[in-house]
């Protein structure tokens, strides 16, 4: 039996650009990162945003990765 799976997403937007973050963590286990969408940056799937006790922190962390590929 495969474990469940939560997952959550954000959208916003950061100095005129679009962000839109989605995250996922196994039943028991640590949430992650696994999609970035940030401004005309490509996809990233999977980025290392690292491993979170909650989906929330996840997002965070995805939403952290984003706004500094935009400020850079």
Same mark, same amino acid.
């Given at each position: 039996?495969? !474990?469940?799976? &939560?997952?959550?997403?954000?959208?916003? #937007?950061?100095?005129? @650009?679009?962000?839109?973050?989605?995250? #996922? &963590? %196994?039943?028991g286990g640590?949430? /992650?990162?696994?999609?970035? @969408?940030? +401004?005309? /940056? %490509?996809?990233? *799937? *999977? !980025?290392?945003? +690292?491993?979170?006790?909650?989906?929330? @922190? =996840?997002?965070? =962390?995805?939403?952290? /990765?984003?706004?500094?590929?935009?400020? *850079?």
């Amino acid at each position: 039996m495969k !474990p469940e799976i &939560q997952s959550d997403s954000l959208s916003t #937007s950061y100095y005129g @650009q679009d962000i839109y973050v989605e995250a #996922s &963590q %196994p039943a028991g286990g640590k949430a /992650f990162v696994h999609l970035v @969408q940030a +401004g005309e /940056f %490509p996809e990233i *799937n *999977n !980025p290392d945003c +690292g491993e979170h006790d909650t989906l929330e @922190q =996840a997002l965070h =962390a995805g939403l952290r /990765f984003a706004t500094s590929l935009i400020d *850079n």
